[in-house]
C-alpha cells in the first residue's frame, strides 16, 4: 500500500507543475495591463507611483523569474494580492470556501439520498416501468443546465409561492454568529435552530440546482453496477442458501456493487465544485466561484489566478484520493498491474 | 425473448425521439431567418415584456412572449440555436479532428511522443472544464471564436483518450501485422486501418459530446463570458431575463427548454448509437 501511495504522489508532481505553470501562463498572457487596470479605479497617478507598483507585484521581471517566484510564494501558502480588495488573496479564498464546501456537500447528499435508492430499485426492477422512468429522468438530469433550473426553481418557490429566500445564505436577525463558517454546524453548535431553519431554506435551491447531474449519474451507476453484482456467483449461492432477496441485495449485492460508485463520484465531487460556479452566481451565494466570476469580471488577475488554482488542486487530490480509496477497497488494483 | 425484443425497440424509440428533437431544432435554427416571425434584434418598444400568446398590435402573435425590448423571444431562440448548436457541432468537431489525429500518432509512434502528449492531457485533465473554459474566456474576451478556441482547448482530450487506448489494442491485431507485412507504410497503416477501426467509437463519442458544448456555451454566456449580446445565443437569452424573472418568466425559460431539449435529444441518439456502433463502450460515463 505504502509503495503505491508513494508511486501514486510521484506520478501528481508533474501534473501540479503543470498546472501551476499553466495557471501562470493563463495570466501572464491577458491582454491589458494591471497596473492600468488598477489605475483606472484610483484616480491620476504618476510615472514614479506606476513604477512602484510594478516593482510591488513583481511585474518587471522577466517571465520564467516571474513563475520561479509564483511557485516558490505558493509553497507559503501566499498566492499574492487582490488588486480590488487590497488583500491576500488566500485569505479571500478561505474566507469564501466553507460556503462552497457546504454547499456542495449538501448538494452531494441531496444527489446520493436520491441517487442511490433510485438506481437500487431500478436494478431489482430492471425493465419495469421504474426502470424505464428512472432512465428517462436520468438522461434528463445530465441534460439540464443547473444554473437555469436555479432560476427556474427562484420563479416557482421564491417569487411565486414565496416560500423560500431568493439569493444568499442566510437572512437577518436569525442571532447566529458565524464561527467555523459552516453555517448548518455554527447552527447546530449554538443550538440555534431557527438558525439552523434558515440555513437550509436558503440551501435547498441552489442544492438542488447543482445536484441534477450527479444524482442522475449516480443512479446510472449504482443501477448497472448492482445489475452486475447481481450476477455475480456468490449472489446465486446467497440466494440458493435461501437467505431473503432483500439481505441479498443490500448486503451482498449493493455492498460490493458500491466500490466503482465510490470512486466515480469522488471524481464527480471535483466537477461538482467547480460546477457551481454558475449556480453560486446566480443564488449570489459567497463562495469561491462567485469569487472568481467576480475577479474575471473586475480584471482582478492575482484573484483569478488563486481561484483556478484552488479548483484545480483540488481536483487533482481529489482525483488521487478517489484512486487511493478505489485501490484500498479493491486490493486488486495495488498488487496487479503497476504500470 | 420478448423481454429482449422489448428493449432494443424501447431504445430505437428513445433514440428516435432524440433524433425527433435534435432534428427539429436543428432545422428551426437552420430555417430560422425565413421562418423567425420577427426580427431577432429589432425590438418595438410598444410591446416589452410581453406574456406569452400576446398578439402585437400589427396583427402577429408573440407565441413565447417578448424581452425588455420589446424583442420576440420565439424569433431569438429560433436565431439563437444557429449559434448554440453550430458551436456545439464545430467544437467537436475541431476536437475530433486534433483528438483522433494525435491519438492515433500517439498510439502508433508510442515512446517519447506519446510521454509527453500523456502528460499534456493530464495537466489538461486536471482543470475542471468549467474553470478551464471561463478563465480561458476571461483571457480572450467574448465571441464565437474565442469560444471555439476555449472549448476545444481541452475537449480534444475525451476523442484522444479514446482513439489512443483503441489504437492501443489494434496496434498488433493481426490484420495490421499483416499489412505491415505486406509492406504498407506507417502512414497508410496508421490512416487507413486504424483510422477506419477506431471512428465508430470516437464518433459515438463525440455525438454523446456535442450536448455538452452545448451546456458549457450556455454557462459561458449566462455569466457575459461567451457569445456578446446582442447576438442572441441560448445562453445570452437566458441571462438577458435574468433581471425579469419577477416580471417575465418566460424570457429566461423558453430558451433553457430549448437547450434541455437539445440535449437530451442528442444524449438519446448518442446512446442508441453507442450502443448500435460499439457495444464494448456502452460503459458509464462521466460528463467531465
Not at chain 1, 15 to 42: A, C, H, R, S
Not at chain 1, 123 to 137: F, Y
Amino acid at each position: 500500500m505504502a509503495g503505491y501511495l508513494i508511486r501514486r504522489l510521484i506520478q501528481a508532481i508533474p501534473v501540479f507543475l503543470g498546472v501551476t505553470f499553466v495557471v501562470f501562463l493563463l495570466l501572464w498572457l491577458t491582454p491589458g495591463d494591471p497596473v492600468e487596470i488598477l489605475l483606472g479605479q484610483t484616480g491620476p497617478i504618476t510615472a514614479e507611483e506606476i513604477a512602484r507598483i510594478r516593482r510591488e507585484f513583481g511585474l518587471d521581471q522577466p517571465f520564467l523569474v516571474q513563475y520561479g517566484r509564483f511557485v516558490v510564494r505558493l509553497f507559503r501558502g501566499d498566492l499574492g494580492t487582490s488588486i480590488l480588495h487590497r488583500r491576500p488573496v488566500a485569505a479571500l479564498l478561505g474566507e469564501t470556501l466553507p460556503a462552497t464546501v457546504e454547499l456542495t456537500l449538501f448538494a452531494a447528499l441531496v444527489a446520493l439520498l436520491v441517487g442511490v435508492p433510485a438506481g437500487v430499485i431500478a436494478a431489482v426492477r430492471r425493465r419495469s416501468l421504474w426502470d424505464m422512468v428512472g432512465t428517462v429522468v436520468a438522461l434528463a438530469g445530465v441534460s439540464l443546465p443547473g444554473f437555469w433550473l436555479g432560476l427556474i426553481l427562484i420563479v416557482v418557490f421564491a417569487v411565486n409561492l414565496k416560500a423560500l429566500p431568493v439569493a444568499g445564505r442566510l437572512g437577518f436577525g436569525t442571532g447566529l454568529e458565524p464561527r467555523t463558517g459552516f453555517l448548518l454546524l455554527d447552527a447546530l453548535l449554538q443550538r440555534n435552530l431557527p438558525a439552523l431553519q434558515e440555513v437550509l431554506r436558503h440551501l435547498i435551491m441552489p442544492a438542488l440546482a447543482m445536484s441534477t447531474g450527479m444524482m442522475a449519474m449516480t443512479m446510472r451507476l449504482v443501477r448497472a453496477s448492482l445489475l452486475e453484482t447481481l450476477g455475480q456467483e456468490y449472489v446465486r449461492t446467497a440466494r440458493a442458501k435461501g437467505l431473503p432477496e432483500r439481505g441479498v441485495v443490500l448486503r451482498h449485492a449493493l455492498r460490493n456493487g458500491l466500490l466503482p460508485v465510490v470512486t466515480a463520484l469522488a471524481l464527480n465531487l471535483g466537477a461538482l465544485l467547480s460546477g457551481n460556479m454558475v449556480v453560486e452566481t446566480v443564488f449570489a451565494w459567497p463562495g469561491v466561484g462567485r469569487l472568481v466570476v467576480q475577479a474575471i469580471q473586475t480584471r482582478d488577475y492575482p484573484v483569478v489566478q488563486g481561484g483556478v488554482l484552488f479548483y484545480a488542486l483540488t481536483f487533482v487530490v481529489l482525483n488521487l484520493l478517489a484512486d487511493l480509496s478505489y485501490s484500498f477497497l479493491d486490493p486488486r488494483i495495488r498488487h496487479g498491474r503497476g504500470e | 425473448m420478448r423481454s429482449r425484443a422489448w428493449r432494443a425497440f424501447r431504445r430505437h424509440r428513445l433514440a428516435l425521439l432524440g433524433a425527433i428533437a435534435v432534428v427539429a431544432l436543428g432545422l428551426g435554427a437552420a430555417l430560422a431567418p425565413w421562418i423567425a416571425p420577427h426580427d431577432p434584434l429589432r425590438g418595438s418598444l410598444g410591446e416589452r415584456l410581453r406574456p406569452p400568446g400576446h398578439r402585437g398590435s400589427s396583427g402577429s402573435p408573440y407565441l413565447l412572449g417578448t424581452d425588455a425590448l420589446g424583442r420576440d423571444i420565439l424569433s431569438r431562440i429560433l436565431h439563437g440555436g444557429r449559434v448554440s448548436i453550430a458551436l456545439g457541432l464545430v467544437v467537436v468537431g475541431v476536437s475530433l479532428l486534433i483528438g483522433v489525429t494525435l491519438g492515433l500518432v500517439s498510439a502508433y509512434a508510442g515512446g517519447f511522443l506519446d510521454a509527453v502528449l500523456g502528460r499534456v492531457v493530464d495537466v489538461l485533465l486536471a482543470f475542471p472544464y468549467l474553470v478551464f473554459a471561463i478563465a480561458l474566456m476571461g483571457l480572450f474576451g467574448p465571441g464565437f471564436l474565442n469560444l471555439v478556441v476555449a472549448l476545444a482547448f481541452k475537449e480534444w482530450v475525451i476523442a484522444y483518450r479514446v482513439v489512443r487506448s483503441e489504437a492501443l489494442a489494434l496496434k498488433h491485431a493481426a490484420f495490421v501485422e499483416a499489412s505491415r507485412a505486406a509492406g504498407a507504410s506507417p502512414f497508410r497503416l496508421v490512416f487507413r486501418h486504424l483510422l477506419v477501426n477506431v471512428l465508430p467509437g470516437a464518433v459515438v463519442v463525440a455525438t454523446l459530446r456535442v450536448g455538452w458544448v452545448v451546456l458549457m456555451e450556455a454557462s459561458l454566456s449566462f455569466l457575459g463570458l461567451g457569445i456578446q449580446p446582442p447576438q442572441p445565443s441560448w445562453g445570452v437569452i437566458i441571462a438577458e431575463g435574468r433581471d425579469y424573472l419577477f416580471r417575465a418568466w418566460w424570457i429566461s425559460t423558453f430558451p433553457g427548454i430549448a437547450i434541455f431539449l437539445f440535449v437530451l435529444g442528442m444524449n438519446l441518439l448518442g446512446d442508441g448509437l453507442r450502443d448500435a456502433l460499439d457495444p464494448r463502450l456502452a460503459t458509464e460515463r462521466l460528463p467531465e
